[in-house]
């Protein structure tokens, strides 16, 4: 009867994680909308043409700045994952909003060539490194247990709401104020915005640096982690799930205008992407918590890999349904690092594993683009860049089904 009235506790307690920690998932939420990964990404590609009208910039050399951004946030993460698994959320977070917001001031006041613009876009990702989803999944994957995975879903669905209103927020302040003061507005947006996410994740336990942090048992994990072929099973099929995915986001819309769309017809149709990446998290999310998730990862890439088939063989037919599947598959990549380096490794070392692998997320990201694009180049189509991001989820689903069944 004891063990019965315990086990009732334990499914009470479990059922009730969202009740009890609702607050830390939306604050969450909120900071990785506004954070490094999410709002300036989304949003920079709107500033495109004013530098081309001011500058007379190329378009290759006004995306020197993500390049350039991406590769220092790689570099980054894995400093500010020990940093994180030292002391907690809240510190480093704000530490980062604060620098992230005088990186937007920067940019607004100093950018006048190439090499400012490039050497300020590194700055920016190196002071708002902490403000990635690595503090905050490491919060989230603390308190929760039975619902991790929604709860990380909805958490990583800030940045699929960035995503989706945060250029025509950026693009009206570009009209108002020029791209200058658009960068200015950004800076105070993400100022007041930071002010209240430190003070309310200063006042949640989920948040607070815990009192019995284990810095001998995180190195201990670490170093194990490092010598598993799970971990690098783990690192390679993210980053080939990346390199399909990564190239296909950017060269969505240069697709369908190949397959005879007009530009505003592509938009509308690219837009179905940032609905299925907040649906793909919370969706996901719900299901790793239910079924093993390499399987789920696998059952999404199958999908994905059949709607980027379909979209090179069959063309603007099918330009809906291929938008949604991978939209739908960017949404799960970043909610499956966090929960499969919880469920393998443990959190001693969870911000220096997930510092590591995210990096890896960002390089593939980064480079998919310039692989798929350089296809498109020497083939003068873009099926043979459809087959070329299909290959490599082929290669991403058979990783994932060779790791090995959660220890618990």
């Known amino acids: 009867m004891n063990n019965q009235q315990s086990q009732k506790i334990n499914d009470h307690n479990s059922d009730s994680e969202f009740s009890r920690h609702w607050l830390l998932v939306l604050v969450c939420a909120i900071g990785i909308g506004v954070g490094v990964s999410s709002l300036p990404f989304y949003t920079q ?26 590769l220092a946030l790689a570099a980054a993460l894995p400093f500010v994952g020990f940093i994180v698994d030292r002391y907690g959320l809240v510190k480093p977070v ?13 940019l607004g006041m100093f950018v006048q060539s190439i090499a400012t613009f490039v050497i300020l876009a590194i700055l920016q990702a190196i002071l708002g490194s902490a403000s990635s989803p690595l503090a905050y999944t490491r919060a989230i994957n603390t308190v929760f247990n039975k619902q991790r995975g929604l709860a990380l879903g909805v958490a990583l669905s800030g940045a699929g709401v960035a995503a989706t209103f945060g250029p025509v927020l950026i693009s009206n302040a570009i009209v108002e104020f020029g791209w200058r003061g658009a960068y200015y507005a950004m800076a105070l947006f993400t100022l007041v915005v930071g002010v209240l996410i430190v003070f309310v994740l200063s006042r949640l336990s989920g948040a607070k640096t815990p009192a ?26 993210i980053f080939c799930l990346s390199l399909g995915l990564g190239g296909l986001m950017i060269h969505f819309v240069p697709i369908l205008l190949d397959v005879g769309f007009t530009t505003s017809a592509a938009v509308k149709i690219a837009g179905v992407i940032g609905v299925a990446v907040v649906l793909g998290r919370i969706l996901v999310g719900f299901a790793v918590d239910r079924i093993f998730a390499p399987w789920v990862a696998i059952a999404i890439l199958t999908a ?101 069944k959660f220890k618990d």
């Open 45 to 70: 590609g709107i500033f495109i043409e004013a530098w081309i009208a001011d500058f007379g910039w190329t378009r290759a050399q006004a995306s020197l700045g993500i390049l350039g951004s991406t």
């Open 94 to 106: 704000m530490i980062s909003l604060l620098g992230l917001s005088v990186a937007y001031v920067l």
């Open 212 to 237: 019995n942090i284990d810095t001998e048992a995180a190195s201990r994990d670490f170093k194990i982690a490092k010598t598993s072929r799970t971990y690098w099973t783990i690192m390679a099929a």
């Open 304 to 404: 994905c890999i059949c709607g980027v088939l379909a979209l090179a063989l069959l063309g603007s037919v099918v330009a809906v349904p291929a938008a949604f599947v991978i939209g739908f598959s960017v949404g799960a990549e970043v909610d499956l690092i966090g929960y499969l380096i919880a469920r393998y490794f443990g959190m001693h070392a969870y911000g220096q594993i997930y510092g590591r692998q995210y990096a890896a997320f960002l390089i593939a990201t980064g480079t998919s683009p310039v692989i798929l694009g350089a296809v498109r180049d020497a083939t003068g189509s873009y099926t043979a860049s459809l087959f070329t991001a299909a290959a490599f989820m082929v290669i991403s689903a058979t990783l994932f089904a060779t790791l090995p």
